[in-house]
T-cell receptor, first 114, second 112 residues
Framework: ETGVTQSPTHLIKTRGQQVTLRCSSQSGHNTVSWYQQALGQGPQFIFQYYREEENGRGNFPPRFSGLQFPNYSSELNVNALELDDSALYLC?????????????FGPGTRLTVL | TQLLEQSPQFLSIQEGENLTVYCNSSSVFSSLQWYRQEPGEGPVLLVTVVTGGEVKKLKRLTFQFGDARKDSSLHITAAQPGDTGLYLCAGACGGSQGNLIFGKGTKLSVKP
């Protein structure tokens, strides 16, 4: 059974640029959730995708957008990067939408915005 | 706004000591999960507690969910250096929305 994988592991961008982060869900899982974890903080929910549709969104501006593909992998896109977007971005997959099922986290992508 | 407060924020102890980490909220959660996170890695699930008053044991770790499902504790007996890490609690609000509410975490350091 393959776990959750994310790419790239590290990324450096400058303010105003756009970034795409990728996540492959665990085998058999159809739901992907994205979280942002700033230094010294717990993860904050960005949004969840279930069967290619957005299924809930946290308090993040529209420049944070996502996609889920037919194979249930997912992308997180961030436009017009700001310095405060520097964080560890985590994706988690689960077999059921919502939080009734355990969410399994990937290793994260460390984004630095200069 | 639902918040989960974790305490203490930092804990540094010697190998063999016992410790308790607390997770408190004014909100009721349908379930609560504890994760451990090591530097540069994603959180790894330790346990999910669902029923008020529930106690779960995982080797030297004991997890308790408060009767009112607003708080939880994690007790580690005879801590070892391998227990070092960031311990996060996360509450599930129920319903079809996917978000977990995370605390800021307790950073534990166990010295040999």
């Amino acid at each position: 059974e393959t776990g959750v994988t994310q790419s790239p592991t590290h990324l450096i961008k400058t303010r105003g640029q756009q970034v795409t982060l990728r996540c492959s869900s665990q085998s058999g899982h159809n739901t992907v959730s994205w979280y942002q974890q700033a230094l010294g903080q717990g993860p904050q929910f960005i949004f969840q995708y279930y069967r290619e549709e957005e299924n809930g969104r946290g308090n993040f501006p529209p420049r944070f957008s996502g996609l889920q593909f037919p194979n249930y992998s997912s992308e997180l896109n961030v436009n017009a990067l700001e310095l405060d977007d520097s964080a560890l971005y985590l994706c988690a997959s689960s077999g059921i939408a919502g939080v009734t099922d355990t969410q399994y986290f990937g290793p994260g992508t460390r984004l630095t915005v200069l | 706004t639902q918040l989960l407060e974790q305490s203490p924020q930092f804990l540094s102890i010697q190998e063999g000591e016992n410790l308790t980490v607390y997770c408190n909220s004014s909100s009721v959660f349908s379930s609560l999960q504890w994760y451990r996170q090591e530097p540069g890695e994603g959180p790894v699930l330790l346990v999910t507690v669902v029923t008020g008053g529930e106690v779960k044991k995982l080797k030297r770790l004991t997890f308790q969910f408060g009767d009112a499902r607003k708080d939880s504790s994690l007790h580690i007996t005879a801590a070892q250096p391998g227990d070092t890490g960031l311990y996060l609690c996360a509450g599930a609000c129920g319903g079809s929305q996917g978000n977990l509410i995370f605390g800021k975490g307790t950073k534990l350091s166990v010295k040999p």
